[in-house]
């Protein structure tokens, strides 16, 4: 009961003024019936020390989180968080307070939203980003909405077939209420990795939507971009990106300068942990045009009476609040806090760092890659990679299971989520590898290639 | 009462290293105009030893230039820039905060530290599942805890927020009739509901009928038995609704919904107020969805991140989102077939560091602990509602669970209004109810303490609110004017919603 600070003498004060005798009195007006049923059957309370017993025996079970190199990565990454990361989010006046609907008790959290916002915009080079998302799956099924709000008469929906497979599955989902939209995915080549080109401009025509493309793409790909926003564009249709390694829009052009029409993302790699996967941040940056289809919180700057600076959310009327049935979006609840790590992190970073982080990531990776094909593990594609590439092997499995001996996690089978990629395994390196890890990788899969 | 309100010393600004004035300057300036160019706040190993650039790696033409307008700041500078922001917000950590709906009670300290566990916060959502067993176990056990708390069949803790359990219950209903080749196409929504639930329901592809509440503050059974019909997949109920009200004939609805082939979605956002008083699942609802950021004490994070669990009867689980746990010889996996699954809602698992601290206040509290939040929950919000009858009376005669929501005359008598009460709250150092809702109340004060609020702060609250009647009624421009003790003035909404500005630009 260490939660709840009510003593016996309270709570017999607070039912005399309430005119009750027992505290169950209060809820008299409950149907008997579902009161009698309602006893929770759970152990009893523990104290503050057996619980800190109970779980930790079960992080503990997670072999794989300490004593194993990893290059696990497919959509999430293993970077370097600075201490004043974790210092700032730990913080109970961002922790603990809420969505900021009372302005002037809220200039903190408003604020970093604001700044997180620059931020995206200034990554994407786009003109106008959201308070968050929840991730990038559901920030590119939102992405993909906001599309067919903006030209509801198009009916198809192109994906990139070497677009995040949960990407591809969670816009199946979201899409899958409305009627009359058509769901195609362009095919990737099987020599480059990339999406291929003249298959999408088959199918750009004035019946098309918007196109969706990893950046880079869920094989390792730095897709051409530039010249998938251009079919895009031809055919009247939108562009939009979806980003999972954040780290790499420090180094490659920006969607914003390519052409894109919608660059989403995940932020995960921007100072958040990876625990087992959430919660991340998805981000959303678009043109000033398309605003008001934007979905989820905005914040934006005004001035209080006294003239003085001050932020506030805005934009509501296309919130659930409002127009109810109407609205953009249900998003009520984004990920601030998450938001807020991303933000103090890419201030830390800085202009400098986070080009130099993803320089990093990229000089590490090619040499990984380097290391391996001495040993005689080529690459599966040939396309221009960042921090991430697929294997060709012969048996991937009998890979992981050769490098698990070797406290390795070596990486992803895509034949799990690919059929035809079933000679495929994708390994992801960031600057958290060290050196060594390169030819002990090479070693465990030379043994059974 | 309550001493005058100061969220902490404001801050004195450093003067921007380059000079973008904005005047009157803010308390604190951006980011952007405290950076210099040349610094730094991260050192990054010198690990990459190859020395070619990325650049030439990958070739020029696939990268950018620069970032333009990047900050560049010191790490001190950084943490210095973000405890300044913090010291600008209201928190639950240092402030009453009784926001109807949103049950902001207490986050325990030691949750967060163990979601930070590195065998938990280290882990990598592709690790193979047998060396991921702790925390699928973990997993496994939050599942069946909140199947017992709810009385419902099976749980997915898949979904990433209140809101989005939401959607993902709809897409389940939606996909349930389907499968049976039936196209129902409407949901039914009380006139009280959250706004979230008819923005869901327009995303999961349905129309909305709007239900009328009684005078009394709740849905009567036969409104749903007048709207009920071979088009409607589902009504979606808050239980106590968002007056604070049991809803009496919660029963008799989900009856005469099932008679018809339609379900209940149990909107779980009220939860706090049912834990050990009435399980949603005895209530006759197929689908209930819960905010872990409410009920079991995970961070509100300033808007999140939450988690939004769903809880089904049997016929629906085979329609629950994907990946779904399962038991195997070794131990738990996730289950990859399952062709009914509505699919995925978003990335990976779930929102795992919240579940693992819902997890550790369940275990704390256990079953018994669970009642007893609930019970004193609805004891401060009952409480809260006699003290403050004189002044500011209920909406409604019903009794109240774990929030009322209180109106008010000085709209009438003083010109003073809902919104105006609220600012004059914050110069007192509590953060207002939440105002005008639900909708079907004029001028609505939602009031809601949690279990976690001492007698002594909701006797402060009272002082608080009984001293702003006293001055709305002898000195509205006091009230009018608020807040005057914080950071900044009333911030003029308006002014930002007709020019909005939403992001900082470099002056050229």
């Given at each position: 009961m260490r939660f709840m600070p009510q003593t016996e003498r309270d709570v017999a004060a607070m039912l005399e003024t309430i005119g009750a005798k027992h505290l169950d009195d209060l809820i008299a007006h409950v149907p008997a019936s579902l009161r009698a049923s309602a006893t929770i059957n759970l152990d009893r309370g523990r104290s503050e020390a057996d619980v800190v017993g109970e779980i930790s025996a079960l992080a503990a079970r997670n072999t794989g989180a300490s004593g194993f190199s990893s290059f696990l990565g497919a959509g999430y990454y293993r970077h370097f968080v600075p201490a004043a990361v974790r210092a700032v989010i730990a913080r109970a006046e961002f922790a603990t307070s809420y969505t900021p609907y009372q302005a002037e008790a809220s200039q903190g959290t408003t604020q970093a939203i604001f700044e997180f916002q620059t931020l995206i915009t200034q990554l994407t080079a786009m003109e106008v980003a959201n308070a968050s998302m929840y991730d990038g799956a559901s920030a590119a099924a939102e992405a993909v909405l906001m599309a067919r709000r903006l030209m509801p008469r198009r009916p198809v929906v192109a994906l990139s077939r070497a677009l995040w497979p949960e990407y591809r599955a969670t816009i199946r989902t979201y899409l899958s209420a409305l009627e009359g939209l058509d769901l195609v995915e362009v095919p990737f080549d099987d020599a480059t990795g990339a999406t291929d080109l003249s298959a999408l401009d088959r199918i750009?025509?004035?019946?098309?939507l918007c196109m969706v493309t990893g950046y880079p793409n869920a094989l390792g790909i730095i897709e051409p971009l530039g010249a998938i926003a251009q079919i895009t564009h031809r055919a009247g249709a939108l562009a939009i990106s979806a980003t999972a390694e954040g780290i790499a829009l420090g180094l490659l052009r920006a969607p914003g300068e390519l052409g894109v029409d919608i660059a989403v993302g995940e932020g995960q790699s921007f100072g958040l942990p990876l625990q087992f996967g959430g919660p991340g941040v998805g981000f959303m940056a678009a043109r000033l045009t398309h605003l008001r289809q934007m979905p989820g919180r905005l914040v934006g700057q005004t001035r209080d009476r006294d003239g003085r600076r001050a932020f506030c959310l805005t934009l509501s009327t296309r919130e659930q609040h409002i127009r109810r049935e109407r609205a953009t979006s249900n998003i009520c609840t984004n990920h601030s806090l998450c938001a807020l790590a991303a933000t103090v992190y890419l201030s830390l970073m800085g202009r400098v760092g986070l080009r130099e982080l993803a320089e990093q990531n990229v000089e590490l990776a090619h040499q990984a890659a380097a290391v391996l094909e001495v040993a005689g593990i080529r690459r599966r594609f040939s396309g221009p990679f960042f921090n991430e590439f697929a294997l060709k092997l012969a048996n991937p499995l009998a890979a992981l299971e050769a490098a698990e001996r070797r406290q390795i996690l070596a990486g992803v089978a895509l034949g799990s989520d690919y059929s035809e990629l079933s000679d495929a395994l994708l390994v992801s390196v960031t600057e958290m590898n060290l050196g060594g890890e390169f030819s002990r990788l090479a070693a465990a899969i030379a043994e059974v290639r | 009462m309550a001493s005058a309100g100061r969220i902490g010393p404001v801050a004195v600004a450093e003067t921007p290293a380059t000079p973008q004035r904005i005047e009157p300057v803010a308390g604190v300036p951006l980011i952007f105009e405290l950076s210099s160019e040349g610094r730094r706040g991260v050192d990054l190993s010198p690990r990459a030893a190859g020395q070619r650039r990325g650049a030439e790696i990958i070739g020029v033409e696939l990268c950018r230039e620069d970032l333009p307008g990047f900050p560049e700041l010191s790490e001190p500078q950084v943490l210095r820039h973000f405890i300044r922001l913090s010291q600008l917000n209201f928190a639950q950590a240092l402030q009453f905060y009784p926001l109807g709906s949103c049950t902001m009670k207490y986050n325990p300290v030691v949750n967060d530290e163990l979601a930070a566990l590195a065998g938990l916060a280290g882990l990598h959502p592709a690790t193979p599942a047998h060396l991921a067993q702790g925390a699928l176990e973990l997993l496994a056990r939050m599942e069946a805890a909140l199947a017992e708390i709810t009385g419902m069949d099976a749980v997915s803790l898949h979904p990433a927020a209140g809101a989005q359990g939401e959607l993902t219950g709809l897409l389940m209903v939606r996909a349930y009739h389907r499968k049976r080749g039936q196209a129902r196409h409407k949901v039914i929504i009380p006139d009280t509901s959250h706004g979230t639930n008819p923005a869901s329901c327009t995303l999961a592809g349905f129309e909305v009928i709007v239900a009328k509440s009684n005078r009394r503050g709740y849905m009567e059974a036969d409104e749903v038995r007048r709207l009920v019909s071979d088009d409607v997949a589902a009504m979606m109920v808050t239980n106590p609704n968002t007056l604070g009200i049991f809803e009496p004939e919660i029963q008799e609805i989900a009856a005469a919904l099932h008679d018809r082939g339609a379900m209940l979605y149990l909107d779980g956002a009220n939860m706090n107020a049912l834990l050990g008083v009435a399980k949603p699942g005895h209530m006759g609802a197929d689908i209930v969805q819960l905010n872990l950021h409410k009920t079991f004490s995970t961070p509100h994070g300033g808007g999140g991140p939450g988690a939004g669990p769903v809880a089904v009867k049997k016929h629906l689980e085979p329609f629950l989102p994907m990946p779904r746990l399962k038991r195997c010889a070794a131990g738990y996996e996730f289950d990859a077939e399952r062709p009914d699954s509505i699919g995925r809602m978003r990335s990976f698992h779930n929102n795992f560091g919240m579940i693992v601290r819902a997890y550790a206040y369940i275990l704390a509290l256990g079953g018994d602990g669970l009642g007893m939040a609930s019970r004193l929950a609805i004891l401060g919000a009952n409480y809260l509602r006699k003290r403050l009858q004189p002044h500011f009376p209920s909406a409604t005669g019903e009794p109240s669970m774990h929030e009322c929501v209180l109106s008010h005359d000085l709209e009438k008598r003083a010109g003073v209004s809902t919104l105006e009460i609220a600012k004059r709250l914050l110069d007192f150092g509590i953060h207002p109810p939440t105002i005008y809702f639900p909708l079907v109340v004029p001028g609505a004060l939602m009031i809601e303490p949690t279990e976690t609020e001492s007698k002594e702060i909701l006797d402060s609250f009272v002082d608080a609110m009984e001293r702003i009647y006293d001055e709305a009624l002898n000195d509205p421009e006091r009230v009018k004017n608020a807040p005057q003790t914080l950071p900044v003035s009333r911030v003029d909404e308006a002014a930002a919603a007709r020019h909005p500005i939403l992001r900082w630009e470099k002056k050229a």
């Open positions: 750009a025509n004035d019946r098309l | -």
